[in-house]
Each structure stands twice: as C-alpha cells, then as structure tokens.
C-alpha cells in the first residue's frame, strides 16, 4: 500500500463507504471493507502528517545550485 | 435614347445597402491612430468627432454606452488610438469609424498592445477552456516560476507550509525587463522537458501595467499553451489580467492565491477523514447489532426444532395414545362384564 497515492485512497475510502452506506452487504463483507477502509483512513493520515517540504532551488540562466532545507 | 436595359439600372438605395455590405463585411474591429477634430459631445451623450492625419480625415461616432469607460477627457488635437468598426450609414451613404475603444496615444500604445495580441490568441482557440489542463488535487511536487528574491516567492512557500507541505521546486527567472519573457519562456520548458512536477506556479507580486508587460508576451502566451504540465496563474494584484493568466489553465488573483489553488488544504482533508472513519464505525456498529437480533430470532426458531423438542412432542403424543389405548381398555373390560352377565341370565 506505500506505493498508493493520496488521491487513489480518498477515492477508495469514498467508494467503501458508499458501499457501506447501500446497506445490502453481508456481515462479512461489511467487516472486510470495514477493515479495509479503516487501513486507508490510517494510511492516508499518517501520509498527510509526514508531509514535509523540501525548498529546491533549480539551476537558470541566473545562476546557482543551491539547495536548501526548510 | 440610353442602350441599357431596365434591371441594369441599380437604385440608390441598392448602391448603398451594396457598398455597406461590402465595407462591413470585409473590415473587421481595427485599430486607427490620429489627431482629434471637431469634438462635439451631444446631449445623448454620443460623442461625434474627425480623426485626421496630414492628408485625411475620418468620420467617428463614439456611443454612449462605449463612452462611458473613457478614462481621459479628450479634446481637439489629442493624439488617439482607437478601436472600432468600420460602419456605413445608408441614408446619407457615408460611412465612419464606429468607435469601442480609445486610448491616449502616449500611454494607450501597451494597452492596445495587449489588446491585439489578446484578441488575436483568442481567434486562435487559445483560451479556449476546452484546452485548459485539470490542476492536480493532490500534488507531490510543486513548480515554482518566480524571481528568487521577490516576496511573491516567499508567500508562496508559506502558504504551501500552512496548508500542505509539500516539494517546492523554484526556477529562478527574471519577472520584469527586455529579458525577463525568454527567462520565463525557459521556465516552462524546463519543468516539461528536463524536471517533471505535477504543477507550476507562475508568479509575481504586484507592479505598474509596464512591470507585469513581460507577462503579456506572444512566445511566452504559446509556451504556456503547449505545456503539458498545468499552469496556475498568480500575477500581480486582483485587477491585473495578463495574456499569461488567459492562457493559463488556472488563474488567481495573487501568487500566495495561487499557492491556495495549487495545494489542498491538510487540516480539512483530516477532518475529512475522521468524519469518514466515524461513518465507517456507525455503519458496522449498526451492522453487527442488527445481526445479533437476526440471530437471536433465528436461534428460537431452530430450538423449537431441536431433537429434544421433538422428542418431547413425540413423548407427549405417545402418552395421549397410551392413555386413549387405556381408556379403550375400560371400556372393553366394561363391555365384557356386560355380556357376561348376559351370559349368565341365559345359562341359568
């Protein structure tokens, strides 16, 4: 699940809760994407809480490789 | 006697309808530039006036409803550029230039500048919203066009920071001179062909028309067509329009606006998903209940059909039989006694 993006999950957690929300699941179905969306709500939390921006400076005509952090 | 017939004879009127259709069919809006004559401003409100060079003269009626977005007052011998349409007026068969525009010459030239250019890009199909590219929802790497050292750059990055961290990839260019269009020209090309990001800013903080002018470049216009990268817009203040921001695939009013556009916003996107969470954990909560009391009815109906249950249902019908059998019994033996009795009475 690291390689999935922010955008598939979201629309994954979306689409199980539509699913949940139809209402005519089995118990068992209902518990397998209970658990699956529950997965993705964790990942997708954890993948916005270490979101960390990284300044890069690219080379032009002006000039300078620099490169710096935060 | 004239050896011509009859339908080779036009009316005047026809001649006139005839060159209208001619003149006005042909002319598209142009731009004139001339001296100022005659100015008479009527209690309409429309304005009539001449326009002239040393050898010519133009008749021109500016309207009301065009004239009242006029910024400058006019007078004779004011050097104008205008835009407008050629018109025949039949009754007199004079035609005039039927003006939209007028601009100061001196300062007025830019803008007429930006004006033919815009409405050239856009007979192209240029700013059609058709061509214009989805700006991602939730971007990993962001493109940043921008002078290094100006604040737009810095109120771009602290929104990112603010909102969604996320890589911040800075191509320095020049945002205002002869030079600064090829910079941003080299720019867009560069995150397209060399350092691919999923959007770019293109921005710069506020500035004079002469200042936000190397926005409104035909090459830079064509390269920010082609890009296949999508293109947020953030130049100058809200009333700034550049041909950069119509060609865009997104515009906002400021560059730390366009930040705002670029990324979503993290702490709504969590709130989102505890609410998600919760809708989940409803869901199923309610799931499971149900199914206990679904259970639990199902579980009476199979006790009444356990093996004990009907055991006890067969026990209970035998002993109804082995009482009947009893009671038939009785009434047997009682039958006997009877023709006993009768028995006897013959015998003796």
Aim: glycine share 6%; proline share 4%.
């Amino acid at each position: 699940m690291d390689e999935m993006k922010l955008e598939k999950a979201l629309q994954r957690i979306e689409e199980i809760v539509e699913k949940l929300e139809s209402g005519d699941l089995e118990l068992e179905e209902t518990i397998q994407y209970f658990k699956e969306g529950t997965e993705l709500v964790k990942f997708c939390t954890s993948k916005i809480d270490n979101l960390e921006t990284k300044i890069t400076q690219l080379t032009s005509q002006l000039g300078s490789v620099e490169k710096e952090e935060n | 006697m004239l050896n011509i017939k009859k339908e080779e004879i036009f009316s005047v009127s026809e001649i006139n309808s005839h060159i209208k259709h001619i003149v006005e069919g042909s002319l598209s809006t142009l731009f004139v530039e001339g001296e100022i004559a005659n100015f008479t401003r009527h209690r309409s409100g429309h304005i009539y006036f001449s326009v002239k060079d040393l050898n010519s003269t133009l008749r021109c009626v500016f309207f009301r409803s065009y004239n009242s977005y006029l910024d400058f007052k006019p007078e004779d011998g004011d050097k104008v550029i205008l835009a407008g349409k050629v018109t025949v007026f039949e009754p007199s068969g004079q035609y005039q230039l039927n003006v939209t525009k007028m601009y100061s010459a001196g300062k007025g030239l830019l803008q007429v500048e930006f004006e033919k250019l815009k409405k050239k890009l856009l007979d192209e199909g240029m700013f059609a919203p058709e061509h214009k590219l989805k700006v991602p929802s939730y971007p990993e790497n962001i493109g940043v066009i921008t002078s290094p050292t100006a604040a737009a750059f810095q109120d771009i990055c602290n929104v990112i920071k603010r909102r969604y961290p996320v890589n911040i990839n800075l191509f320095p260019a020049l945002t205002q001179g002869e030079r600064a269009p090829e910079s941003l020209i080299a720019g867009v090309q560069y995150f397209n062909e060399k350092f691919p990001v999923d959007v770019i800013i293109l921005g710069r903080g506020g500035g004079s028309q002469e200042d936000l002018f190397s926005f409104n470049d035909e090459q830079l216009a064509r390269e920010i067509y082609k890009s296949k990268i999508p293109i947020i817009t953030g130049i100058g203040h809200e009333i700034d329009f550049t041909i950069a921001d119509f060609v865009g695939d997104l515009r906002a009013p400021t560059p730390s606006a366009a930040a705002e556009l670029a990324v979503p916003d993290s702490k709504e996107l969590k709130m989102n998903l505890q609410e998600m969470q919760s809708k989940l954990t409803m869901i199923v909560n309610h799931k499971v209940m149900n199914s206990k009391v679904t259970l639990s009815e199902l579980s009476k109906r199979v006790q009444a059909k356990s093996p004990e249950s009907q055991l006890q249902s067969f026990q209970q019908r035998l002993d109804e039989a082995v009482l009947r059998f009893t009671h038939l019994g009785q009434r047997f033996t009682r039958k006997k006694e009877d023709i006993e009795s009768i028995a006897k009475h013959f015998n003796s």
